[in-house]
T-cell receptor
């Protein structure tokens, strides 16, 4: 079975600073990996996804993530954050073959301070 | 595109009452998912459908919960009777197989 671990429940950072949100997964089969963002009182919006190919994936709002198979990680990065990036970020995994049955991590609250 | 539409957005009900949450997936999508989000347990997959057929309901917490998808454009999640521990945000999501899963805005349920 697949699982996802987000070690940091909250990451405080100052505006315009770089940020990395960590995500590790476990699976005995090939997986697809995703990052979703949830703004306050809203649903989840896809930031980016890794299905295959290049291990560096670029998403919306200037975010990117790198798939590292040997370390079973899929960390999310942004070189310079804005106040508007304050939100909950969820890493998710699904079994290879189709992007169904997403298993989510517990989420990381990115708190951007002025 | 209208996106995944859920109703009601907010509901407050008394313990023991029946609650029905509704979802209209994106037109043409063949998978529909119901997720529950709580502070304690995070995002949990309750059940999902493929072509209106329930595929995996192992996440449904107990018999008080039931979900139906009578046609490709409508699904319901019913809780009867409701309990305070059912208070959560319930998300519906849909996808065309092999592509991105799109989430609705959620139904915020409070059982008092």
């Amino acid at each position: 079975a697949q699982s996802v671990t987000q070690l940091d429940s909250q990451v405080p950072v100052f505006e315009e600073a770089p940020v990395e949100l960590r995500c590790n997964y476990s699976s005995s089969v090939s997986v697809y990996l995703f990052w979703y963002v949830q703004y306050p009182n809203q649903g989840l919006q896809l930031l980016l996804k890794y299905l295959s190919g290049s291990t560096l994936v670029k998403g919306i709002n200037g975010f990117e993530a790198e798939f590292n198979k040997s370390q079973t990680s899929f960390h999310l990065r942004k070189p310079s954050v804005h106040i508007s990036d304050t939100a909950e970020y969820f890493c998710a995994v699904s079994k290879g073959g189709a992007t169904n049955k997403l298993i989510f991590g517990t989420g990381t609250l990115l708190a951007v301070q002025p | 595109d209208a996106g995944v539409i859920q109703s009601p957005r907010h509901e407050v009900t008394e313990m023991g009452q029946e609650v029905t949450l509704r979802c209209k997936p994106i037109s043409g999508h063949d998978y529909l998912f119901w997720y529950r989000q709580t502070m304690m347990r995070g995002l949990e997959l309750l059940i999902y459908f493929n072509n209106n057929v329930p595929i995996d309901d192992s996440g449904m917490p107990e018999d008080r919960f039931s979900a139906k998808m009578p046609n490709a454009s409508f699904s319901t999640l019913k809780i009867q009777p409701s309990e305070p521990r059912d208070s959560a945000v319930y998300f519906c999501a849909s996808t065309l197989s092999g592509n991105t899963i799109y989430f609705g805005e959620g139904s915020w349920l409070t059982v008092v």
